[in-house]
């Protein structure tokens, strides 16, 4: 699935909102210690997982962000290296423990290229999904393809859209709520996108709005653009705990092989 003009054209068009939306403000605010994606038993067995699959090789994090995955990793042994299009993003990760030891980029996780011989590229927490159109994602795994060593494994963590919660003549779901928080995704049904509005509040009357824009890929859509990058499906699980997925599962790790 090749660019067309249009397509790139849009593409560089979202990158620079992506910057400007990853500003130093968020990432600081963007890690919980503890809680939520950053919960230790969630972390090690993410680590683990693709310490199982790097097989003594070295790793590449597509959208590595503030290293919430790449230091655990790393601290296994792996040698990781990291990309990603946020300046404010990667120095709040250089500026950690270990974070000066892995070998950062900053670029596009469709186009960005750092090198032959990996045996592992991931890319977590439905990153992939924040490129917003079918063309640059499928550009994504092609850019995954051509890092990975023949036999290494591109590695997808991505939300599966539940479509059918969905009431008749409502376009909105509250998909996660917590004390202080909740989100609400809102759907495009025509152009396969959704929105994530966060909102973190206190006792006050105020509350912090962000927002995230994303367009949604269904497993038998990641198999395809997969194919065509000369990648095949190895496994898909639920989670990172390798639990079965099914078609009820919220959330998909699928892991495809380079075949040559």
């Excluded at 990853?22 to 230790?40: C, I, L, N, Q, V």
């Excluded at 270990?98 to 890319?123: I, K, N, P, S």
Aim: aromatic residues 10%.
């Amino acid at each position: 699935m090749a660019w067309d003009e249009a397509a790139r054209a849009a593409h560089q068009a979202q990158l620079t909102e992506e910057k400007a939306r990853w500003d130093a403000e968020t990432a600081r605010r963007y890690d919980t210690p503890g809680e939520g994606m950053f919960e230790p038993g969630l972390l090690q067995a993410t680590a683990g997982f693709l310490y199982s699959l790097a097989g003594g090789g070295k790793a590449l994090e597509l959208a590595v962000g503030t290293g919430r995955v790449a230091l655990p990793l790393a601290e296994l042994g792996v040698e990781v290296h990291g990309q990603d299009l946020s300046p404010a993003m990667l120095a709040r990760l250089r500026g950690k423990p270990g974070g000066q030891g892995l070998r950062l980029a900053l670029g596009d996780m469709a186009t960005h290229f750092m090198g032959e011989g990996y045996a592992l590229v991931y890319v977590v927490f439905n990153s992939i999904s924040n490129l917003l159109s079918q063309q640059a994602q499928a550009a994504c795994f092609r850019n995954a393809a051509r890092h990975l060593r023949p036999g290494g494994h591109f590695v997808v963590e991505n939300f599966v859209p539940q479509l059918r919660h969905l009431p008749p003549g409502i376009n909105a779901l509250v998909t996660m709520s917590s004390p202080g928080y909740f989100c609400v995704d809102s759907y495009d049904l025509l152009h396969q996108r959704l929105v994530s509005h966060h909102f973190h509040f206190g006792e006050g009357q105020e509350a912090r709005l962000f927002r995230s824009p994303h367009r949604y890929l269904w497993p038998a859509e990641m198999d395809l653009m997969a194919s065509q990058a000369g990648l095949s499906l190895a496994q898909r699980h639920a989670d990172w705990h390798k639990a079965p997925f099914t078609a009820d599962s919220a959330s998909q790790v699928a892991v495809y092989v380079r075949d040559r």
